[in-house]
């Protein structure tokens, strides 16, 4: 979102700050050593180059940019605790990239219920959920900021009351979520975008109430000797927006007409998923599932006519095995494979429709903590094939170096990431973490 949206909906989240802040500001007037702070964080420096030409008019070959994450942590001994955690990115070629946000600011409250513990996260905050490596299906509850990453593991805050309640037999947590975020997409001057621009101006929603829908969601989880294993539902406004077209009519300059589409508007669908998270632990084995069933979601089908509503079964299923003290040293190499399928298959927006996913992860257990991943997407579906690259090393303790890169082998015209065929890229990322 761009930075004027920086307080959009999130007056609310003054409101839970202010009780926040007055609960231990109560505790301070009694003995303010009982009140203890801690501030960190990073700041990053990061530069992008596409050696490719643009595929789009007015996209850059190149940008440079900053972000900066800081984190306060205001705990009393008494209990209860307040973490702040603002975002802000800098793009040099993107003004959609150049964002703000507040990827946390909760209050955390917690105590002993019968023979197990309860918490209550109150204000924005992030979850995660899931145990796949390139594919995150049961992931909901917090939106993708698209304009961070590509990948789609990067997550905005989302305001939010979040109440827990574990023991023995497992870890029950239940989620009410009041305001919609809507994901970030590039703008016409950045890359790795359609070729019909985003109209995040003219977002619509299902739902009467909008970006106002109080969303509900729960999970159980569990450990069971080697098997983890989560339960989750969610109902409410999906974070996949579909895309419908906004035309205009043009004179083809003999009389006639034509329509022209001139951007796409999100739309957000209400839905229902049901999810399932899995994995199995045997030795040096990782054996990972995750699956869902989705009702009320929007389909993809070929332009121009619109998707239409579909309700669908995905899983992502896979495997790690490490091999530990490679070559009579402290490295380990693990090799990962896994599969993402969706029951639409081509009728699914998602790029993950029937693909296939290898990599190989070599960390040497230095004290640089030195790592480098290789690995490759391939489209069961399409004559898709993407190749990615990524090494990090410590350069002090206080300085991280990070080399990253996308290469392009092929993308299928039918493919729903064809548009992007151009946008293989490279990224230095400087970063120091205080």
């Excluded at 906004?246 to 083809?252: A, G, K, M, P, T």
């Excluded at 257990?365 to 490759?376: K, P, Q």
């Excluded at 993407?386 to 080399?403: K, M, N, P």
């Amino acid at each position: 979102m761009p930075l004027t949206g920086i307080c959009s909906g999130y007056r609310a989240v003054g409101a839970v700050l202010s009780v926040a802040c007055a609960v231990l500001a109560c505790a301070a007037a009694a003995e303010t050593s009982n009140i203890k702070a801690e501030l960190s964080g990073r700041i990053a420096v990061e530069g992008r180059w596409f050696p490719n030409e643009a595929a789009h008019q007015g996209q850059r070959d190149g940008s440079l940019g900053f972000t900066a994450e800081p984190t306060l942590y205001v705990e009393h001994e008494d209990g209860g605790s307040i973490t702040l955690t603002p975002h802000y990115r800098y793009d040099s070629a993107d003004p959609h990239r150049t964002n703000a946000d507040l990827r946390e600011a909760y209050l955390l409250l917690f105590g002993e219920l019968g023979d197990g513990e309860w918490e209550a996260r109150l204000g924005v905050d992030r979850v995660f959920w899931g145990v796949t490596e390139f594919h995150h299906l049961v992931n909901i509850v917090n939106q993708v900021d698209l304009t961070d990453h590509p990948n789609e593991e990067s997550r905005m805050g989302q305001l939010m009351a979040h109440l827990t309640w574990s023991a023995d037999w497992g870890v029950l947590e239940f989620f009410a979520v009041p305001l919609h975020r809507e994901r970030t997409l590039p703008g016409r001057r950045g890359r790795l975008r359609t070729g019909i621009p985003f109209d995040q101006k003219r977002v619509s929603y299902e739902s009467a109430a909008e970006e106002w829908h109080v969303d509900l969601a729960a999970r159980y989880s569990r450990s069971i000797g080697p098997l983890d294993v989560g339960i989750s539902v969610f109902d409410g406004t999906s974070r996949e927006p579909s895309f419908n077209p906004r035309v205009q009519l043009i004179s083809d300059g003999q009389g006639g007409f034509f329509l022209v589409p001139v951007s796409l508007i999100p739309h957000y669908a209400q839905i229902r998923q049901y999810g399932l998270d899995a994995q199995l632990t045997v030795e040096s084995w990782l054996i990972k599932l995750e699956a869902i069933r989705r009702e009320g979601a929007i389909n993809r089908l070929p332009p121009p006519i619109l998707g239409e509503e579909e309700d669908y079964g995905a899983f992502v299923a896979g495997v790690e095995y490490t091999f530990g003290g490679v070559f009579d040293s402290d490295a380990d190499i693990s090799l990962l494979g896994e599969w993402s399928y969706d029951e639409r298959g081509r009728r699914s927006p998602n790029r993950y429709q029937n693909d296939v996913f290898f990599a190989a992860r070599f960390a040497l257990n230095d004290v640089e903590n030195t790592e480098l991943i290789a690995s490759v997407i391939a489209d069961m579906d399409y004559s898709t094939y993407l190749l990615g690259f990524e090494a990090g090393r410590d350069l002090s303790d206080s300085w991280t170096a990070t080399v990253e890169a996308a290469v392009m082998l092929e993308v299928d015209e039918k493919d729903v990431i064809h548009d992007t065929r151009r946008d293989g890229y490279f990224v230095l990322n400087l970063t120091y973490s205080f």
